[in-house]
């Protein structure tokens, strides 16, 4: 069984650094492209940021580019998501993903594909 269990989520002040992570099992993770979303109130699931199976193969959105970084480590079966300077913008439930047919991390996180496996999600709230 595919899960995927994000943690790392809370409140922080605009200005500040949160790390989220996502730990994934019940697939080959090494060949999966992984990829973090966010779902504000009211708003349309976005892509965040993703990382496919090939080095330097990363996408981020315009919004979070060189504020957020993305990495995988696949002998932990993880994602992490690194998030500085964050903005009140920023506040969502955020949501891994794991895509396990071939794609790159562009193709991810533009067309976000609900037959991708998604875990739970985790809230990040930014104050002001």
């Known amino acids: 069984e595919v899960q995927l269990v994000e943690s790392g989520g809370g409140l922080v002040q605009a200005g500040g650094s949160l790390r989220l992570s996502c730990a994934a099992s019940g697939f080959t993770f090494d060949n999966a492209a992984i990829g973090w979303f966010r779902q504000a109130p009211g708003k349309e699931r976005e892509g965040v940021s993703c990382?496919?199976?090939?080095?330097?193969?990363?996408f981020y959105a315009d919004s979070v580019k060189g504020r957020f970084t993305i990495s995988r480590d696949n002998a932990k079966n993880s994602v992490y998501l690194e998030m500085n300077n964050v903005k009140p913008e920023d506040t969502a439930v955020y949501l891994c993903?794991?895509?396990?047919?071939?794609?790159?991390?562009?193709?991810?996180?533009?067309?976000?594909?609900?037959?991708?496996?998604w875990g739970q999600g985790t809230q990040v709230t930014v104050s002001s």
């Open positions: 993903a794991a895509d396990l047919a071939p794609t790159t991390a562009q193709a991810m996180g533009v067309m976000i594909s609900w037959n991708y496996y």
């Open positions: 990382i496919g199976n090939s080095d330097g193969d990363t």
